[in-house]
């Protein structure tokens, strides 16, 4: 075969292989690293978000809208979700959700933005507050992410 006919079909496979790609790929596009506006443009597109930090972080500043699923939750209460819809996944710097990602990308979801950064980035006020059926007492915050590490010797 001439070098030039062998240039010629190894640019007609990789066409092929772009053009499957893009006519195959799962639907929602798939899964997204993306920062605060990304996550935002997701959430005014009607993405669902989900917080997968502890209740305690959840009562002290969320995303507005955000519902918490914390980590070690994460694979029994998703079964039931929509694998379609959109999901923006964050916890407080990015360590934890990486792995909630990982998790739902093994069950099949298929849109799924990752505010990659964590709440840490996040702009704009927090809502605050009582993290629902965990019970516990209001706890007054300014609305400031906060990062708590426990440290012991034992």
């Not at 079909?9 to 006519?23: C, D, K, P, R, T």
């Not at 502890?54 to 980590?71: C, D, F, M, W």
């Not at 999901?87 to 933005?113: D, H, P």
């Not at 019970?135 to 300014?142: K, W």
Request: charged share 15%.
């Amino acid at each position: 075969m001439k070098p030039k006919t062998v240039v010629w079909v190894v640019i007609g496979v990789l066409a092929a292989v772009v053009v499957g790609w893009n006519l195959f790929r799962p639907a929602g596009g798939g899964i997204v690293n993306v920062d605060a506006q990304g996550a935002k443009d997701a959430i005014a597109q009607g993405a669902q978000v989900i917080d997968v930090r502890t209740p305690g972080e959840y009562q002290l500043g969320r995303i507005a809208g955000a519902i918490n699923v914390p980590l070690d939750q994460l694979e029994a209460k998703a079964s039931t979700w929509d694998r379609n819809a959109t999901y923006v996944v964050y916890c407080a710097t990015g360590a934890r959700s990486t792995t909630a990602v990982e998790i739902m990308k093994g069950l099949g979801f298929t849109s799924i933005r990752h505010l990659a950064a964590g709440i840490v980035a996040w702009p704009d006020p927090l809502e605050t507050g009582d993290a629902g059926s965990s019970g516990g007492p209001r706890i007054a915050t300014n609305g400031t992410p906060v990062m708590v590490e426990f440290y012991t010797d034992t």
